[in-house]
């Protein structure tokens, strides 16, 4: 039957996986932390808007793209699906393994306007190719093909994506003012990320690669 939302299986795991990804922060969310640490918590909300403008562009990108590609090849649509899941694992083994990513801060307390912190985190997001490859890699992993309207799944699930996004970073912004300078200078943190992560990615990657879409 087509539908544009996966099925009950597969939704509650994107949500699942989802939360558990945007719950440990990143470098996007010490980005927020020290804006909202040093202009307020409307700057750091402004930031997690420009943020997540730019998520909706890669979201659009890749609902595009991958609708393309099933209309041409279902077989070219599975051999991105795996290679999605590979890119994954690629990516929780570099977090366990490689050098800890904490961003520059070294500029983040000078003043900015409203305008300028959008500006900032729209255009930060959107040239940063790792986002993109993340939904490429991320998104089909819970689109069922055999619903119909490969698209506006995967267009239902980004923008889904987005929505937790912003309520979890929003979170996070009003939450700097006390937490903020801990978190970025915390070796239990920079530890606990590593391995949290990684291991998301590494189990989201095998879960795709052995066991297919899930059906209801």
Known sequence: MDSIIPGAANLSLFVSATLVLLLVPGPAVLYIFARSVEQGRSAGLVSILGIHAATLVHVAAAAAGLSALLASSAIAFSVVKYAGAAYLIWLGFKKLFGPASIPDFDGADQPRSRGRIFREGFLVNLLNPKTALFFLAFLPQFVEP????????????????????VLTDGAYALAAGTAGNWLKRSPVYLKAERWVCGSIYIGLGLTAAFSGNHKN
């Open 146 to 165: 055999q619903r119909g309207h490969v698209a506006m799944q995967v267009a239902f699930l980004g923008v889904l994506y987005t929505v937790i996004g």
